[in-house]
């Protein structure tokens, strides 16, 4: 953390930064961390070579994500040694993996974990044994150094940052009375149901399953919450954790976000503090790494899988080796396919119906992840000092992003110096949906974002442009499942077993977050194998 009063000591300083002086051509940088050939090399390839090389392994793990790598512990912890993952990137970790800029550890996507509650002690459990967490006199204690150091967050919000990330400097009297009826819509929600997480572990309940089949925006209109203030913060709460924004997600995700966590607390009510969160200057790539670590050769990287089929006696496995450029057939007893629901239902052979329909509903949301390198501390706004959390207040236009956190926001160092600060944006509810978002990670250069982004952080940091050295930027075409509508009212249900096989994804909850990922994957590992 660095104080802005430090910094704005310096007149002469204080000034130059306003200039905002910089040429953006001198900005290097470039996509980075996603190998898209390779996916679209499954998507695109008609006929694939015979395979050359036969493997044999116990257990098959297809996917290389949190899912995948909780599977392979569980199968560690009961005893299973014989099992082999497959990952198509060059390092697991699916979307929490990390990268570095000018030597600056920096994540490439998820960058932080919520203290799991009781209802996820799969979760509690590998904390603990990451020594994240021990009982001191009888309760639970996690260590200080991995929690997020304050500030936390704040909004930049009407020409001067906040505390926190709802709306509040200024605001009238109705927007404030509006924030008291949903927090008491929220707090009613949570009396009559359960609310947890992993999803599939709440009630199903008539209310709950009637929330799951409209879309958040109709909820609120039909409670007449119509403040603009109250609805930037559920659309942009809506965006960070799904992908897309109130009117595309579900009113039961958008209820779901704060029933199963903290709830949601108007300014002047009394409430709890809030929960704190595990971060680190790589993000969720400090808990991915340690859960890949264990594996050592049974992680087979850069491998595009392209056919699961069980028969009478195992399941057969092709995959693609991008280093060897040769095909490769795995034998195996039992397959866990831990991959992307659109991925599962192409690959596997005489796919289940149940897989075909996830997959048919599964809406997918592409994801930007921009990693800036800065020389120098940034001249700062008044209001609150420079927080690990850091949003802009704006509309679709002008503020199009989820904000920034920084990545030196856990040092311990006295003197601010360089950093990097990761911009996350979501491109799930664009005009054209997901699949226009798609097209436009794919065909817009880098420096058509480079400038987009700059444009938009300049707002509350007009130096920035002059004192970014290198911008790195990693695509997501299909970074999580947006938690769409659904006729039938299904949330977060496990897939069955398809015979010798089992799935494991983020996805079958339909929205992406560690919890629901690690769960999955771990009960999946701990099935026992289908009987000879």
């Known amino acids: 953390m660095f104080n802005r009063r ?14 905002g002086c910089g040429d953006a051509a001198e900005i290097a940088g470039g996509f980075t961390g996603i190998q898209h050939a390779r996916g679209h090399l499954l998507r695109d390839t008609r006929a694939w070579p015979a395979p050359t090389l036969l493997r ?28 082999a993952l497959l990952e198509l990137e060059d390092e697991a970790g699916g979307n929490a993996r990390g990268g570095s800029v000018e030597g600056i550890p920096c994540p490439l996507g998820a960058h932080y974990l919520p203290l799991p509650g009781d209802d996820a002690p ?24 991995h929690l997020c150091h304050s500030p936390q967050e ?37 009396r009559g149901a359960r609310w947890r997480i ?55 995700a958008g209820i779901h976000y704060f029933a199963s966590r903290h709830g949601f607390h108007a300014p002047g009510s009394e409430s709890a503090e809030r929960e704190g969160l595990l971060t680190w200057p790589e993000g969720n790539a400090w808990l991915t790494r340690r859960l890949a670590s264990p594996l050592g050769e049974r992680v087979h990287t850069g491998q595009i899988v392209l056919r699961v089929e069980q028969g009478k006696h195992g399941v057969e ?14 034998q195996a007893e039992q397959a866990i396919v831990a991959l992307p629901l659109f991925v599962a239902a192409r690959i596997v052979q005489a796919p289940p119906a149940f897989l075909l329909q996830a997959a048919a509903r599964t809406v997918s949301a592409p994801w930007l992840v921009a990693n800036i390198h800065i020389d120098k501390p940034l001249f700062d706004r008044p209001g609150p000092a420079p927080s690990w959390d850091n949003v802009v207040y704006g509309d679709v236009q002008s503020a199009p992003g989820l904000g920034y956190v920084d990545a030196m926001h856990q040092s311990l160092l006295p003197v601010p110096g360089a ?9 799930g509810n664009i005009a054209g949906g997901p699949a226009k978002g798609r097209e436009l990670l794919l065909q817009k250069p880098w420096t058509h974002w480079r400038d987009e982004i700059l444009r938009e952080l300049s707002l509350p940091h007009p130096d920035l442009r002059a004192k970014t050295t290198r911008m790195d930027i990693t695509r997501y075409g299909h970074a999580m499942a947006i938690p769409v509508p659904d006729a039938q009212g299904r949330m977060g249900q496990l ?38």
């Open 198 to 252: 992993p999803a599939y572990r709440s009630t199903q309940t008539p209310v709950q399953q009637a929330l799951a089949s409209i879309p958040f925006d109709r909820y609120l209109q039909q409670h007449a919450l119509t403040d603009g203030q109250l609805r930037w913060y559920l659309d942009y709460c809506c965006r960070d954790d799904y992908g897309a924004g109130l009117e595309t997600v579900s009113a039961w």
């Open 317 to 330: 496995v092709d995959a693609f080796n991008t280093g060897t450029q040769q095909v490769e057939r795995w």
């Open 6 to 19: 430090h910094f704005l000591g310096s007149a002469a300083g204080a000034a130059a930064a306003l200039t």
């Open 122 to 145: 799969e979760v509690q459990d590998l904390l603990e044994e990451l020594g994240l967490r021990r009982r001191v006199a009888g309760r639970w204690e996690y260590d200080e150094r």
């Open 495 to 532: 897939p069955p077993a398809f015979g010798r096989i089992r799935f494991a994804h983020s996805d079958w909850a339909g929205y992406s977050v560690f919890e629901e990922a690690f769960v999955r994957g771990h009960l999946a590992g701990q099935a026992k194998e289908h009987p000879a």
């Open 56 to 83: 044999k392994t116990r257990v098959l793990i297809a996917g290389g994500g949190v899912a995948g790598l909780a599977a392979a512990r569980a199968l560690r912890l009961r005893g299973m040694h014989d099992f």
């Open 419 to 427: 950093t990097v600060l990761t911009h996350y944006r979501a491109l």
């Open 154 to 190: 704040r909004l930049f919000f009407q020409g001067a940052w906040q505390d926190g990330l709802l709306p509040v400097q200024g605001v009238g009297a109705d927007t404030l009375a509006q924030y008291r009826r949903f927090a008491a819509l929220v707090e009613a929600a949570r």
